[in-house]
């Protein structure tokens, strides 16, 4: 089995920052794609960013310049670090990770259970 914990989330003023964690654990081969979707209260969920393998990202233009993404693979986990918060920022953040394990090799989807952002004065 396979668990991602997202943590990090909360209350912030507009203009502040917040660093989501994502932790990915059980019985892990590889981890060949990670990252931050949103969705926001009546709307679909949203891809954030994402960070593959390689080193490659891709943001969403409405946190581009905000937002980075990152992760550490000895410790199987991503972060999210968003700076300049706005209101429009305020969703469930959700960790996805596409994860090789014993049993699924070709690797399968995972997702955490998501953490409240909220950006508000």
């Known amino acids: 089995q396979v668990q991602l914990v997202e943590s990090g989330g909360g209350l912030v003023q507009p203009g502040g920052s917040l660093r989501l964690s994502c932790a990915a654990s059980g019985s892990i081969l590889s981890i060949y794609a990670m990252g931050w979707y949103r969705q926001a209260p009546g709307e679909q969920r949203e891809l954030v960013a994402t960070?593959?393998?390689?080193?490659?990202?891709n943001y969403v233009d409405s946190v581009k310049g905000r937002f980075t993404i990152s992760r550490d693979d000895a410790k199987n986990m991503v972060y999210l670090q968003m700076n300049s918060l706005k209101p429009e920022d305020t969703a469930v953040y959700y960790c996805?990770?596409?994860?090789?394990?014993?049993?699924?090799?070709?690797?399968?989807?995972?997702w955490g259970q998501g953490t409240q952002v909220t950006v508000s004065s």
């Open positions: 996805n990770a596409g994860i090789r394990t014993p049993v699924a090799p070709w690797g399968n989807s995972y």
């Open positions: 960070l593959n393998s390689g080193g490659s990202t």
